[in-house]
């Protein structure tokens, strides 16, 4: 066993929410300390323990790994991106602190980024929104650096639309339950 004497403050469980094919091995392994070498990212997919996972090559089960930043202690839990897992996606974010968002610059958001990003927002996450395979821009899509620029802008508004839609509909909501709340009062005291 480990030591027991740990600060909660000091954990952190941060989950990677994304849709299929964001490249999240690839992020953890250029973040991870070493975890695995970076020529590696995207060629093994070490977060995917599961025999069919490694077959199909998408992630169908959360796994989690622990990082260590100065006296900080990290578990990234990597959660799948295929609707058909969406379970996975929930119980990731409700032991989470915050989420990374994980947007493919080429693709843009796609339906699974709405639903990530609606799950962020129920679980009350932090979110972080990370711009991923931004390289692609360039040498892919031969875009001027304006152009990707644009581009990068486009889904971060694109990102802060959905949110402040989540956010309407919960004022929206907070006031459509005021508005019943009054109407019953008043159908209460009319009956006096």
Known sequence: MGDTNFDSEKIRNICILAHVDTLADHLI??????VLHPKQAGK?????????EQRRAITMKSSSIGLQYKEH????????????????????????DGGLVLVDAVEGVHIQTHAVLRQVWIEKLTPCLVLNKVDRLICE??????????????????????????????????VDSIHFLEMKRVQYNSEI
């Open 73 to 96: 202690s990290i578990n990234l839990i990597d959660s799948p991106g295929h609707m058909d897992f969406c379970s996975e996606v929930s119980t990731a974010a409700r032991l989470s």
């Open 44 to 52: 093994l997919r070490f977060m995917d323990y599961l025999d069919k």
């Open 29 to 34: 392994a250029s973040y991870g300390g070493g």
């Open 141 to 174: 899509l031969r875009l001027s650096p304006m152009e990707a620029y644009n581009r990068l802008l486009r889904i971060v508004h694109e990102v802060n639309s959905i949110v402040s839609t989540y956010k309407s509909e919960k004022y929206l909501s907070d």
